[in-house]
């Protein structure tokens, strides 16, 4: 593990991207955090701007731009329209990296890593209550628990502990339980997928995590898992086999919602038959859209429930605009994260849609701040939500 | 240096969230999109002081007057997205940035105009004009990022341009701060503004009233102050609202074609030009195109040669224009790519730096040349420029001008071989010349061509204007009007103490080696003998340093940097 200034840029040979960036300023307004200030200060160009001059001077990123690195929600979409193909995702989170090298991280992440080395989880809370999530479907899950099977439901830290999320991972059992889908839950033995480490950009801490999750479901034998946070679902699909190589995660697929349920449209085990007589606009969650290239499968699902009507953004998929919770802004600068939702709600009331709807527990929680505090009369619904309401379950 | 009462007071005028004199955020609102040589930075005060960021006319126009009254240089600024050294601070001052003027006044449907903020950034305009199904005629491919007045105030041709012209092409009016504060519309100048354009014609008939009127009123009608602004670089005043023209939303069918030879393409583009309208017609060289595949962005063309064209219409008009393209690039022994190149490339219309990686500095420059030059121009390019990396494409504009871009591969962190090869991008616009051209824009770097660029009529117009609104040159300093540079600090140091210490010696050597002739001169008390004499000779060293800095701080830039190529060019092939 090194930690001489910018030895984790060069060592992935990142270290020459500020140089590369040709200051065009193509990122600047895509980022919303640039959009929140209009200072180039707070713009990927203008952080690329200040990186590239203390590189070539080898001096530390100083506290006050650790900071400004920090306002940033990993959104994807400066790397999108980059004029010189720089991977700025990676790019950020290495800095990141570079920042705790330095004792720089903000309190809060400094917080979430205590808090899942102490009790696997970001809450802090007791593993023990990592099922009252199943309050209303315990009937379901009870004998579920650890129990070998193909299928199995992996719900995340935001919906074991938030009561306000429960009802997303309520309705997938739900969704199983319809399609009679054998199914099992890790229980207590589901920790923290590792996504703040990959955020906070160290992926060493992760490792454990992952191995321990991936060993689990092979004990079980599960070859498919499903997901309704995309952060989870991304540390699965992408993280885990880019950390422990490809090998590792061989023979198990692992789909968010929407692409559970458009396969079971497909192999036509389920079917919508009623009127869902909804105006949507769809929100395309960063960590599934821009970071994996998924898109589709949502769109398809919904288009598949009559009466629904579909409006698109005009900031949709790869150029989709953030709900502002990425990247741990929320904990890091909840009131930035709060004015960058409520830009998406404005954008959906434009579209002429009454519901906002992803499939994302971290959206929502930025969407229903952002509802509050921008005063609008749109709802926000989870695709799991408009799925179980559309089968009348 | 600005004194802290004055940030405190400029912050006063702006608003304390739209200002800034942090360090950090100084350098963020000091650079273009070229590369600075660090002996650049070290000659000149390339840093602004502050930033301010306006949100109406009217805090611009106090801006402007505050500055005006205690001497504090300007540099207007879009989204710094220009490379000609615009938009960079020569004398430090502070960086007045447009972004937050950035409304859509108006949107004009029975004359086909909007009016918006300056700041504007195009690809914004663009989005919201297309849910009117409008659009704007052309647009530069820095789109997503550039502001509407920056383009103004830059000058060139973008996308659109070889239908519908350059920039000064789409301008219908513009409201401008002038340098003494006056908010005014270029459609109806002010009256002393045009009393001083036009009072050099009447002045020949001083005695008949009647005729000196008839003839003063003709003059007011022809007096086209807009286009004085078109190209200005921000000299002339501040742009704040640019009213533009517009056009209904049409679908656009882009082509993509390839050739073996460049002569090939170039008949095919010739005859384009004469047989259709293209919207845009864009080339890129075998030489760009091999470094677009180094990138891993191929264009996946059948052959090396490549141009993008694309049409603008009715279903009608299209299918036509399509036919007659692909009669003459069949003509020409060229291929049309299929349909998927077609899209890819004109998606790609906004990225002429993928190949920057290869650098990854790149030097930009950009001259006019007649389309029918185009080949020939290539040829003595690639002559002049044997051994250099570089890769030119091109865009012809409506009057059959292809304005073509050089970008020369470079490496910033070697220092000295970065620093010589800026000659390249001056010698490429003096290439472009020989071949009938013209300078793309003026902005710092290309100084020394204003004239030409202008015409000497309008060069000696806008001059008159700039002196008669700006006299203490305080509005972008040293851009498109020439002007002293004034050295950093630091560089007139090194100048004095550099002649302090030279001073002794050549003179203590001098009088061991020509100590006769300077006595047979009664110079001989000049020669260092002894420590009184070393003393004197530092105090001449140091004179002689004084004086020297001064006079360096009266030299023209474009002086500079006419009589630094040469040293630059054979430095260049050393380093290299
Ligand atoms: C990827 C890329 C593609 C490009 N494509 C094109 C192209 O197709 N055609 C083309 O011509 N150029 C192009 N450029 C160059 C540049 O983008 C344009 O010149 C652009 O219009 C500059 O706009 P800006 O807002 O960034 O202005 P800046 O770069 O900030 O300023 C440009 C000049 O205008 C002055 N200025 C800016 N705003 C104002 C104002 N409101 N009032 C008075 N003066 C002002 C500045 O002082 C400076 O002299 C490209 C650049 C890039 C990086
Ligand atoms: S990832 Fe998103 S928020 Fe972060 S710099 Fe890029 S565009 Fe901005
Ligand atoms: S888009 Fe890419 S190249 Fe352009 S300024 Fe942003 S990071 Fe740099």
Known sequence: ?393 | MLLKKQLQQIADIVGEDYFSSEEYMRKLYSHDVGALPNLVNDILKTQVDAVAQPTSPEVVSKLLQYCLKNKIPVIPRGHGTSGYGGALPTKAGLAIEMTRMNKIHNVDTSNMTVEVGAGIIWGNLIEELEDQNLTVRAYPSSAPSSTVGGWVAAGGSGIGSTKYGGVSDQIVDLEVVLPDGRIIRTSSPPDDIIEEFVKQEYNYFPSDDEYIWAIKEVEKDDFDLTSFFVDSNGTLGIITKVVLKIIPLHAIRPFVASFKTKEQMIWAMQEIMKETRPFYLHFITEGFNQMLTDVDMPTHSQHPWVFLCAFEGSKEQLDNEEASLKKIVDNNMGVLEPQEVAEHEWDERFYPMRIKRLGPSLAPSEVYVPLSNLQSFIERVDRHFKGESFALEGAVNNKGEVAVLAWFLDDERKTIAFLMGWYRSLDFIELGLKENGRAYSIGMWNVSHSRSFFGKKKYASIAQLKKKTDPKNIVNPNKVFPGPIQLSMRFNYLIIIAATIIAPVVLWLAGLWVGDIMAAYGLEWLAVTNLTSALVAIGIGLFAGVAVSEIANYVPINFMLTMGRPFLRLGRKIFH
């Open chain 1, 1 to 393: 593990m090194g930690t001489k200034t910018f030895e984790r840029l060069r060592e992935s040979a990142l270290d020459v991207e500020p140089l590369v960036c040709a200051r065009c300023g193509f990122c600047t307004f895509v980022c919303p955090a640039y959009n929140d200030t209009l200072w180039d200060s707070q713009s990927p160009r203008g952080k690329l701007y200040q990186l590239r001059e203390l590189i070539l001077k080898n001096q530390p990123i100083p506290e006050d731009f650790a900071e400004r690195i920090f306002k940033c929600t990993l959104c994807g979409a400066c790397q999108e329209i980059c004029q010189t193909k720089i991977p700025l995702l990676t790019f950020w989170q290495k800095v990141r990296q570079e920042i705790n090298d330095a004792g720089l991280w903000p309190k809060v992440v400094h917080l979430l890593d205590e808090s899942i080395q102490s009790s696997k989880n970001i809450m802090d809370l007791d593993q023990e209550d990592r099922m009252l999530w199943t309050d209303m479907v315990d009937d379901i899950v009870e004998d579920r628990i650890d129990k070998p099977a193909k299928v199995a439901y992996f719900a995340g830290c935001n919906i074991s502990f938030k009561g306000t999320l429960a009802p997303i991972g309520e309705n997938t059992i739900k969704v199983f339980d319809h399609l009679g889908i054998d199914f099992t839950i890790l229980g207590e033995e589901e920790y923290c997928c590792g996504n703040p480490y990959f955020v906070g950009g160290e992926w060493d801490k992760a490792k454990e995590l992952a191995i321990h999750h991936l060993n689990k479901l092979k004990d079980l034998g599960v070859k498919t898992v499903v997901f309704n946070c995309p952060g989870c679902h991304r540390a699965f699909n992408e993280e885990y086999p880019h950390m422990l190589g490809k090998e590792s995660v061989a023979g198990i697929e692992f789909l968010p919602f929407s692409q559970f349920i458009a396969w079971m449209l497909r192999e036509g085990k389920l079917k919508f038959t009623k009127e869902y007589n909804e105006v949507i606009a769809w929100h395309d969650p960063c960590e599934l859209g821009r970071h994996q290239n998924i898109y589709d499968e949502a769109r398809e699902v919904l288009n598949a429930i009559p009466g629904l009507v579909l409006r698109e953004m005009k900031h949709s998929r790869n150029k989709a605009d953030c709900c502002g919770g990425g990247g741990l802004l929320k904990g890091t600068n909840p009131l930035m994260s709060v004015r960058i939702s409520g830009r998406r709600i404005e954008a959906t009331e434009k579209t002429g849609a009454t519901i906002l709807a992803s499939e994302c527990p971290s959206c929502m929680m930025s969407f229903m701040d952002g509802i509050e505090n921008t005063g609008k009369k749109i709802k926000f619904k989870d695709l799991s939500q408009i799925v179980v309401e559309a089968l009348g379950l």
